[in-house]
């Protein structure tokens, strides 16, 4: 490995002891002589024996046999997937230049031995950007409670948890890791259970075109699962011929008690003029629009269309009846329409 440091500060101290008396005063007669400038014996630099080594063959050493393995790769783990985390990208460093200065001061009794540390750091703060991003990676996604229609039954899809890294407790894990032994097996790192943004159902909408009937649900939680209850059924009036109320699966983004009904901008409505709350709203006493455009359930002045295709595509009901659905449902509740 080529060395990565040439400080001059560090060649001018190695050229000035080099240039100082071999042997420091009171050292035991019976000790290895080395040349002037060398480590004495018996000095380790984490467990590597720099023992007679001028600086710059003590430091390449140390960078052989010793961080070298501190540079390799961290092999990491996540729900049995596996990755490696530079330590370059955490920001690993070694200070053997440090310690290899200490080196040259130590003077070991005969048959012993001094082993210098070296000084190891990361930065935590890029280890947190690398996990971040890994996040991002390896998330499994939870999935939100659903409806889906089976014929005309709505069903209930369960919501499942996701899961991530959990990047405090990972930190907290790895940030060490760089500075220790590197273990047989890679880390595992920690994960956190995500919970899906929606868990339960509430009411659902299906309409049936074919008989004229608007059926209300509700999601109810039962021993061993979860399930669409039928709460309510009412009678209802569906677009003409020429004004068919479309199918498809559509959802409540609106509601309106006494609404004013402003005229579409559609041919059949031209020349018309807004219509204020009252009896002869066409709308009746609520709205409850949907994600079809400009289509709603309403009520109506005209309570004899009930039960056919008289209208210009919206969902007409009784009065009674949409001020009774108007409370049980929200904003977002899914709308299936079927022919």
């Known amino acids: 490995m080529p060395l990565p440091y040439r400080r001059p500060a560090f060649r001018l101290a190695l050229a000035a002891l080099a240039a100082a008396p071999a042997l420091a005063a009171g050292q035991a007669t019976d000790a290895p002589a080395f040349p002037a400038g060398t480590i004495p014996a018996g000095v380790l630099i984490q467990g590597v024996d720099v023992s007679g080594l001028a600086g710059l063959d003590a430091r390449q050493r140390v960078y052989d046999q010793f961080v070298a393995g501190r540079r390799a790769p961290m092999p990491v783990t996540f729900r049995g997937r596996e990755f490696a985390i530079r330590p370059d990208a955490v920001g690993y460093r070694a200070d053997v230049d440090a310690t290899i200065m200490q080196a040259f001061a130590q003077v070991p009794a005969p048959g012993t031995y001094v082993n210098l540390p070296v000084r190891e750091s990361i930065s935590r703060a890029k280890l947190r950007r690398v996990l971040d991003w890994r996040a991002t990676q390896y998330e499994v996604e939870g999935r939100d409670a659903l409806v889906v229609l089976r014929g005309r039954q709505p069903i209930i899809r369960k919501p499942r948890l996701g899961e991530q890294i959990n990047v405090p407790k990972s930190l907290a894990l790895l940030a060490p890791a760089f500075t220790a032994p590197r273990p047989a097996s890679p880390y595992a790192l920690i994960g956190k259970r995500v919970r899906p943004s929606r868990t ?52 409540v983004i609106q509601k309106q008690k006494n609404p004013t009904w402003f005229p579409p901008d559609s041919p059949w409505a031209a020349g018309l003029d807004p219509v204020p709350p009252g009896g002869s709203n066409p709308l009746g006493t609520r709205w409850i629009g949907t994600s079809a455009p400009a289509i709603g359930m309403h009520g109506t002045p005209n309570p004899s269309s009930i039960g056919s295709a008289a209208s210009h595509g919206c969902i007409r009901m009784y009065m009674k009846d949409v001020e009774n659905l108007y409370p049980r449902v929200r904003i977002g509740t899914p709308v299936f329409i079927r022919s």
């Open 200 to 251: 339960s159902v509430g009411s659902v909408i299906v309409i049936d075109k074919s008989d004229f009937k608007l059926r209300l649900y509700r999601g109810t939680t039962k021993r061993g699962g979860s399930a669409m209850k039928r709460v309510r059924t009412y009678p209802i009036a569906i677009g003409q011929a020429a004004h068919p109320t479309p199918t498809g699966n559509y959802s």
